[in-house]
């Protein structure tokens, strides 16, 4: 790779950060692609050497942005039975680290309203993201005839539960979201003579 390759690689990478930053705090419509620049350290002159749109710049933002946070909750999975790890992954989505880090944790809770407004092409990203997640966390079900089922039920709560945490921050029925979305979490992946 040249020197001239490296800068251009360097370059769209901090295009990517910036974007995420004001995708996170400000939303899809409110983002303009002068402010991710200027966010960037870069020109607005330069944003067409990497990408052809707004509308790709934000949709590569929200692979980019939901795959890494993805994997990096998956990588902390923990724990014996596929149970203990997926609860592991999800009890860490729904802590209260996560709630009060929305600038670096997950984007959905922001972005999902937006999506289901604005549509293509970030409709169809988030599709794709989204069924991966299912997939990686029924992977982790192995054995469960019914993972990919109670994999798509335990994203869509746990999101949930997020976003009303996260609505409602600073008060008591914020902590109270994530505590009742980690116990329905934990029962639904009780065993069956766990919960007769």
């Not at 798509?152 to 009742?180: C, H, K, N, Q």
Request: aromatic fraction near 6%.
């Amino acid at each position: 790779m040249t020197q001239k390759d490296e800068q251009k690689q360097k370059s769209r990478e901090a295009i990517l950060q910036s974007a995420a930053t004001f995708l996170r705090a400000r939303g899809i419509q409110a983002s303009s692609v002068a402010d991710v620049m200027q966010g960037a350290g870069l020109t607005v002159g330069g944003f067409y050497n990497h990408f052809a749109s707004k509308e790709e710049l934000f949709a590569t933002t929200i692979r980019a942005a939901a795959s890494t946070m993805w994997r990096g909750l998956m990588a902390t999975a923990t724990g014996e039975s596929p149970r203990e790890r997926v609860v592991s992954v999800l009890s860490r989505y729904l802590s209260r680290t996560h709630r009060d880090g929305p600038e670096s944790g997950c984007m959905l809770p922001n972005l999902a309203p937006e999506v289901a407004r604005a549509g293509e092409p970030y409709r169809s990203v988030l599709e794709q993201e989204l069924g991966g997640f299912v997939t990686a966390l029924a992977d982790l079900l192995e054995g469960d005839p019914a993972r990919r089922e109670k994999a798509a039920g335990l994203i869509a709560l746990s999101y949930g539960a997020l976003s009303l945490s996260r609505a409602v921050a600073g008060t008591p029925l914020s902590d109270e979201f994530l505590r009742a979305a980690k116990k329905l979490v934990q029962r639904s992946l009780a065993d069956e003579h766990e919960q007769s």
